[in-house]
């Protein structure tokens, strides 16, 4: 996903008071292990959808709503989607089946879901997320109806079996449903649009909001279908469906309507799962190695996507050049026009910056580089590496996500113009920066951590680098780490722990200090006019914080490795204003405040 501009100027004790409701939060949620008593109960069959009066206003002042109130108190539907509770961790997903049908005309979806899993407990229970404005039309297992309880004011419902169901065997439950999604959150989750022809365009996007707003399923990241997905999606004849995974063919099924099928092949982020519905023309280029390249953009805009989308195999080259090979080649890949921004879709990643370089024509890191590049196409094309080939089990570790994907955008830059252009463009990212709370948030409350962790993550990740201080390596790491973890869900400790022996460095205080504290670890110098020195030393939240880094004459730097305890001295003949510390390659903030003065200076008294 991309980022958007966040308000500056919060107030550090109210973002205090905000985070301690959070953490309170997480603590309720994990002692309260089950979650909520279920005050309603329904038979398969029943409805309990309510009627819900939806008003979603512009897409910009929803994007503010959410920007000013990050730090929100988690709701109980928050706490339910972000907690991985005892009826989500006893089954094990396997594999999706998704069919529906799509009415632009009423605005409605009606389909089913067939949901294989494997119980990893016998148990008696499943917690399958559905949002409350849609109907439930009936859930079966062996043609029987099964009773539900839906929890009130979240999506949550619990399916209960007659009978006990067994560790380490196979079931299977088809999920009927039906009604009228709502449009929400920064690009709709579910929007039924216009193109310019006054033709339908529909199109997903629900990484923030959760795919349970339109499809039933386990509404979380930790546990994606181990087989994948199929996805049969009927719409109105002279419409197309663009879905992920492989393009299986298509039919005519009677009335009016056309069924399109899609196989994906690899497990999939359920936020990532997509409908785009519009009258599609479609292009390739030639395979790219082992994947192919499948083009969907409306007519007005063929030509146009044309000339723009002949950027992707040059993206792959540097991509596979540094990560290896595109992760998923039996489904290939697809770029598919869209009316929002763009979204890292896996095997299908969406696309609507106006066929124009940069992000919609703006220098996106203000350093002149960005204009040479189609920012979407680069970004959202490098999630299928960084989001959807590795994938965070909770969205509060989402950095590795967006962080690392970020830095891919600097590999691209440095594939096609060099090192220094890669440095030049990620310094750019600085400006971005807030440091207003940390890159993690709190975990298993659905919690959205802030936009820091796209762009202090990847200078970050750049400061890794250059502690590293070996490219040979450092490409062999990152190419080594990336596949050590392809197709898993993981979190921070992974990371960390997979850096640290990989390196023989202790680097969790450096993680932790980026990651887990708000402000940048500052290098104290200390000037002595006398003694021809320069003392230093870090000032960090993590005391064990002590990376290298380099000082002194930018043609000659000198290497230091201060820690957090003591002040160390170094030769320096220079002033004060001569002596420079590597900011382009270290993220970090300076401190020349603390001076030794001379006793000269001071009138002859000494300090």
Known sequence: MIASKRPTGRDTLEAMKKNCRWALASLIVLLAGAAYPQTSSQTSGQS??????????????????????????????????????????????????????????????????TIRFRMLADGTRIQIDLAPSLDIDGITFNGKPLHYERVPETRALYIDFPEALHKGKTYEIVFAYSGRPVTQGRFGCFSFDKDKEGKPW????????????????????????????????????????????????????????????????Y????????????????????????????????????????????????????????????????????????????????????????????????????????????????????????????????????????????????????????KDDAIKYINGYKLKVHNERPIISPRGTNAEPPQDQYFKGTLMLNTLRSIVNDDTKWWADVHDFYNHFKYQNIMTEDVVDWWNQRTGMNLTPFFDEYLRHAALPVLQLRFDPDKHTMSYRWKADESGFAIPINVGDPAHWSRITPNTTDWHTMPWNGTADEFHVDTDHFYVDVSHTDLVLSASALGGISR
Not at 75 to 90: C, F, H, M, S, V
Not at 203 to 209: D, I, K, L, P, V
Request: negative net charge; proline residues 5%; charged residues 25%.
């Open 202 to 265: 529909i199109t997903t996007a629900c990484e923030g909001e959760g795919p349970s707003i339109w499809w039933p399923n386990k509404d979380q990241w930790k546990d994606e279908p181990q087989d994948g997905m199929e996805l049969d999606i009927a719409v109105p004849n002279g419409l197309m469906d663009v879905s992920n995974g492989r393009f299986e063919g298509s039919k005519d099924v009677g009335d009016g309507y056309t069924e399109w099928r899609w196989h994906v092949h």
């Open 48 to 113: 309990s959808a309510q009627s819900t009066t939806t008003t979603p206003g512009s897409a910009a002042a929803a994007q503010r709503a959410r920007q000013l109130d990050v730090l929100k108190t988690p709701t109980k539907d928050d706490l339910l989607r972000g907690a991985y509770g005892p009826y989500r961790a006893n089954n094990d997903l396997l594999f999706y089946a998704l069919k529906l049908r799509v009415d632009p005309d009423a605005r409605t979806i009606k389909g089913s879901n």
């Open 267 to 418: 497990p999939i982020n359920n936020y990532d799962v997509a409908l785009n519905i519009g009258e599609y023309q479609h292009f390739t280029l030639p395979q790219h190695g082992k994947t192919t390249l499948d083009f969907y953009a409306l007519p007005e805009d063929l030509d146009k996507a044309k000339e723009q989308f002949a950027q992707v195999p040059t993206m792959l080259d540097a991509y596979e050049h540094y990560l290896g090979e595109y992760p998923f080649d039996k489904d290939g890949y697809k770029l598919i026009e869209v009316p929002y921004a763009g979204m890292e879709h896996q095997s299908a990643v969406a696309y609507g910056n106006h066929f124009t370089n940069g992000y919609y024509g703006r220098d996106w890191t203000g350093v002149g580089i960005s204009p040479k590049f189609d920012f979407i196409i680069i970004h959202e094309s490098g999630h299928e590496w960084f989001g959807n080939a590795i994938t965070a089990q909770d969205s509060s570790d989402m950095w590795i996500h967006e962080g690392w994907t970020t830095y891919l955008e600097s590999l691209y830059v440095e594939y096609r113009w060099g």
